[in-house]
């Protein structure tokens, strides 16, 4: 079966989504699951009153089937008491769309999980500014990870072979077109990677923070410029055929490794 | 009976289709020069009565006009049923037959999936392959190639251009880079043929894949190119058909389709090609400077005139595609949700973009009953279709300045 081969129900829930949107207030909790790098993620908010489900909205970044369970499950939890709403499973939102494909089962299926992690938040006490910081921790994989400080392996190897410790105004020129991940060492290494952005169309500012680790301004400035910001991940080795060519990376959010490629790699001293 | 023209059934269906690499449709006139072989000049080239003697006259007659479009001697096209075949028979017949002069295998890593499995079978049965990676806009770098090979090389396997992203590789470079060293170069050319010249009498490649649905031929037919003089054993077994090389009779009516349609291609590549990258280029800009925060997937000029591929920040690739469907557009995506893995388009994370960024990637290919219009189709639907899913979004607000 088609991934895309969605039932009508699912394809109008897709064109019309209901209840889209964010909720204010003393009575709002929010429950977010996925991560934009498994391609869904999802916020639900729940207005609760007297235990109940007085308002729910949701916002997905996602594919058809992550947008439909999200509107889906909206309607189906209106006015429910919260622990009638936590028996509502992902089966269940599946059957109300009148069945999803197989392969949508489980990768995009995750409306249930941030409903209930809305009404976790809501018992707990969370605030939606607190629960809507961070890529939830249940998507692909649900292990949060550990932070540890990791050497990065096979450095030494590759000085001078796409190992930059500091990068002179007149070398910049030599980026271009290379693909170069900065790793966040503060203000410095950002303000570099945004001067490289004129050499080349592809600058990464890795940071194991959530953010890169800036002042005030130099944040806004980097949203405004061509840097991609490559967050909760480590770099742990450099690999390559005599030269750099790809960096493994720890996804401390996922708690996975994968591999990035890169031509340079920039390590402010 | 009357074949139905392709781009007068797209408009009535009211359908601008711009996924001309999936599949293209068979240009009419090539259907028209099909239908005799299906029930007048039936025969099989194999038999020794008249009936079997026009079929061979038609087959060899096929042959040279698909040669022909190809830089390329008769005797050097083996007919087969699609490029996949062709690349099982080119990389893993190559590799069996020269085994005894090594067990080494270099591919690109920005080749299509059937080449990739293919490689995979090769390490199953013993072959070590290594794969070479790609630059920032999807190109082989013929030097890190180059400190690739090593004594036990036999064959490397570089695409034409990329199916994905239209990137086009240093084929050319790379074939002299190998020139004199005894290693054979396979280049896969589906995403190429028809768009720009194939010529095996320049580019000293050794064996190339191709597919007759790409010239506007019929699909289940292609070909394998083997330079005179390059060693291949067959992997499908039986009659010995094709010279020993691919058994099972001959499809006389698709090769006579093939024929037609690299005919056709001899005629009218030379202004069909500047029209669609004229339709391309267009797409290209208006997306650009109309959409915020999209970005184009690829090389700029080095690339397929028919391609368009971009990532959009904040948006999910099946969704647009959904999306765009509803609207009559027809185009496709390289997000994991779309495909029967969950993972994202491995040449997109070869070039270095991050999974979140390969889920957003949206492409536009264009053929030959694509018209001007089909920009402004895709123009007025597209803007809207990208802010309506970052409206539903939680992520674009973030990831972008308020």
Sequence with gaps: ???????????????????????????????????????????????????????????????????????????????????????????????????????????????????????????????????????????????????????????????????????????????????????????????????LTDHTGRVVLMTTGKGPSVSAAM??????????????????????????????????????????????????? | MSVSDPGETLARQDIVYADYQSAKPVDPRVVAAMLPYFTEKFGNAASLHGVGDAATAALENARTRVARFFGAEPKEIVFTSGATEASNLAIIGYALRNRRKGDHVIISEAEHVSILNIAKYLEKNGFRVTRVPIDLYGRVSPKKLRARITDETILVSVQWA??????????GEIA???????????????????????DTSAVPVSLLSLSSNDLYGPRGLGALYVRQGVQVAPVLLGGGQ????????????????MAAAADILIAEMGAEVPRLRAIRDRLVERVLTEIPDAHLNGHREQRMPNNAHFRFEGVE???????????????????????????????????????????????????????????????????????????LSPLYKTTTPA
């Design chain 2, 242 to 257: 094709e010279r020993g090389l691919r058994s099972g009779s001959e499809d006389l009516a698709s090769i006579v389709g």
């Design chain 1, 219 to 269: 944040r806004s400035a980097l949203r405004l410029s061509d840097v991609k910001i490559l967050a909760e991940a480590q770099p742990l080795e450099l690999l390559g055929e005599g030269e750099l060519e790809r960096i493994r990376v720890h996804d401390l959010n996922e708690d996975e490794e994968y591999e990035l490629t890169a031509d340079a790699f920039v390590l402010l001293e």
């Design chain 1, 1 to 195: 079966m088609k991934s895309t081969q969605y039932t009508e129900k699912t394809l109008e829930h897709f064109r019309n989504p209901r209840n889209v949107g964010t909720l204010e207030g003393p009575n709002v909790a929010v429950g977010r699951v996925g991560n934009p790098v498994c391609g869904d993620m999802m916020d639900i908010y729940i207005e609760v009153e007297n235990d109940r489900i007085k308002d729910i909205k949701f916002q997905t970044f996602g594919c058809g089937s992550a947008v439909a369970t999200s509107s889906m499950i909206t309607e189906l939890v209106q006015g429910m008491t919260l622990d009638d709403a936590l028996k509502v499973s992902r089966g269940d939102v599946a059957d109300a769309l009148e069945g999803l494909p197989p392969i949508k089962m489980h990768c995009s299926n995750l409306a249930a999980d941030a409903l209930h992690e809305a009404i976790k938040n809501w018992r707990e006490g969370i605030k939606p500014e607190d629960a809507t910081k961070t890529p939830g921790g249940t998507a692909c994989h649900p292990t949060p990870a550990a932070v540890a400080e990791i050497e990065i392996a096979k450095l030494d190897e590759y000085e001078g072979k796409g190992l930059y410790r500091r990068v002179a105004v007149d070398e910049l020129p030599q980026l271009a077109d290379q693909r170069v991940v900065v790793l966040d060492t503060g203000d410095r290494a950002a303000q570099l990677a945004m001067d």
């Design chain 2, 176 to 198: 002299e880079l190998l020139t004199g060293s005894g290693i054979a170069l396979h280049s896969d050319a589906v995403a190429a043929e028809g768009l720009v010249p194939i």
């Design chain 2, 317 to 391: 690739g099946e969704a647009m595609v959904l999306s765009l469907r509803d609207q009559g557009i027809a185009a496709a995506t390289g997000s994991a949700c779309s495909s029967k893995t969950l993972e994202p388009s491995h040449t997109l994370l070869s070039c270095g973009l991050l999974h979140e960024e390969a889920h957003g990637s949206l492409e536009f290919t264009f053929g030959r009953w694509s018209r001007a219009a089909d920009v402004e189709r895709i123009m007025a639907a597209l803007p809207g279709v990208i802010a309506r899913l970052r409206s």
């Design chain 2, 162 to 171: 990329s199916t994905e992203i239209g990137t086009e590789q240093p084929i």
